[in-house]
């Protein structure tokens, strides 16, 4: 067999594993994508361009509050916690729940502070995420938690509670006549908290708020460092639509983010299958640092193609369709969906090369790319959109995406050639032994 044939052939890869088990993966991602898909849809169905940029700013917070609680609770969890114990994992879980909601209440405050500097539509947008940030970061931890279980059927669930209540409750603003900005978030939150209620239960571990400190004190080696990572990219995206509203407007922000969530449901695939690759590529990372290389190339080129076909999807919606979908927001989308596209599958194609910097839990040298291409992010976005508006400001999204996707291939390899595998242990393959859970925590935190 060929060299090339080998490489594509190799059992066992994280490739081969995760079309085995993300089914669950994909069926849950899509559920949490409509989530958010239908809390967008709808209100650029029923307000202006402006009111929906306006939306897109409490959104991106969201993001940025999402994603913060993940890199201090849920990724310390799925690294070191997901090839451990039951009742490990369990203790882990809750004490996880509690740095969650903890986060999500600190981010919550900051946004009933905004609300009250701010006006109109703004105003009552923060003050309803305020209200249901912590149970939108709980409920999020439960999904990863489950995954990091290989129990996914429970995280499909629990976001099943989500969209079924989102959908009832939305059925009813919208038949009351009540919608406002405002109350289309306060409906998404509220169902996410009641998701996150039922995902105590399921979980059988209610969050510890108490033990956050103790949490922090355990796993700050990389979770520092993911948290300066995730704050420096998140924020760096939170800031594009605020800094391309200062240079272009709202109207532009809206476009975009129109633009976005119409290829949004491919976050089904992509998130669905770095959902499980993560857990996953932990275990593979015990057997062979070059099947996880390989298998990240796999992911890559598999996630891309799916980029290309959903782009090439999304482009060919007609006029007419669009416009029955998004209404006066559909003409700012149009305009700049090709670039956006462009910029998708740049996405795609980085993913592997984050999932192997995760997996290998290379923090420092993950954060300091995450500094450099966040910064090439921002300029492209920002830069772009005072050059020509919402379509400048999706074409140096794109022009940067491309950039940072190579840079992050090169950043993998190097990690790779520094990474040291811990001392084997044959009593390590025992997945309830104390030395096995040893060991995940040593490798995880080596770096």
């Not at 129109?258 to 593979?284: D, K, S």
């Not at 700049?336 to 839990?361: E, H, Y």
């Not at 050059?387 to 940072?404: H, M, Q």
């Not at 993998?412 to 084997?424: D, H, T």
């Amino acid at each position: 067999m060929s060299r090339l044939g080998s490489f594509l052939s190799l059992p066992l890869t994280l490739a081969d594993t995760v079309i085995r088990r993300a089914g669950w993966g994909f069926a849950d991602q899509a559920l949490s994508s409509a989530s958010n898909f239908l809390v967008g849809f709808v209100v650029a169905r029923s307000v202006s361009p402006a009111a929906f940029g306006a939306y897109a700013l409490v959104f991106a917070i969201y993001i940025l509050a999402l994603n913060g609680s993940r890199s201090v609770s849920s990724l310390p969890l799925t690294i070191r916690f997901s090839a451990t114990s039951q009742q490990a994992w369990r203790t882990a879980t809750a004490e996880a729940g509690g740095v969650a909601l903890l986060v999500g209440t600190v981010c919550g405050i900051g946004c009933l502070v905004v609300s009250l500097l701010v006006e109109g539509v703004l105003k009552e947008a923060f003050l309803a995420l305020a209200v249901t940030l912590p149970g939108l970061v709980l409920q999020d931890l439960w999904r990863f938690a489950f995954f990091a279980r290989r129990t996914g059927r429970d995280a499909f669930v629990n976001d099943a509670v989500w969209i079924v209540a989102q959908v009832v409750l939305f059925a009813a603003i919208l038949a009351t006549g009540m919608f406002s900005v405002g109350v289309a978030v306060l409906a998404w939150g509220g169902s996410a908290t009641l998701a996150a209620l039922v995902g105590v239960r399921q979980a059988g571990a209610a969050p510890r708020i108490r033990h956050a400190g103790m949490w922090w004190g355990a796993h700050r080696d990389i979770a520092s460092r993911l948290l300066g990572e995730t704050v420096t990219a998140t924020g760096g995206e939170t800031l594009q639509p605020y800094g391309i509203s200062a240079v272009a407007g709202l109207p532009a922000v809206g476009a975009l983010r129109a633009g976005e969530l119409l290829l949004g449901p491919f976050n089904v695939i992509f998130q669905g299958t770095t959902l499980v690759a993560i857990p996953e590529g932990a275990r593979l990372l015990v057997i062979s640092t070059r099947r996880l290389l390989r298998a990240c190339i796999q992911l890559s080129v598999g996630l891309t193609a799916a980029a290309l076909v959903w782009s090439a999807l999304v482009l060919l919606i007609p006029d007419e369709a669009g416009a029955a979908l998004l209404r006066q927001n559909w003409a700012p989308a149009r305009s700049v969906l090709l670039p956006l596209a462009i910029g998708m599958i740049a996405l795609a194609a980085t993913a592997g090369a984050n999932i192997g910097m995760r997996v290998l839990a290379a923090v420092r040298r993950s954060f300091r790319t995450r500094l450099l291409t966040t910064v090439l992010g921002l300029i492209g976005a920002v830069g772009g959109a005072a050059l020509g508006g919402a379509v400048g400001g999706a074409i140096g999204i794109a022009v940067s995406a491309w950039i940072v996707a190579g840079i992050w291939w090169w950043q993998l390899r190097a990690a790779l050639r520094e990474f040291v595998p811990p001392v084997a242990d044959p009593e390590a393959n025992k997945q309830d032994s104390p030395k096995f859970e040893h060991r995940q925590a040593t490798s995880a935190g080596g770096r």
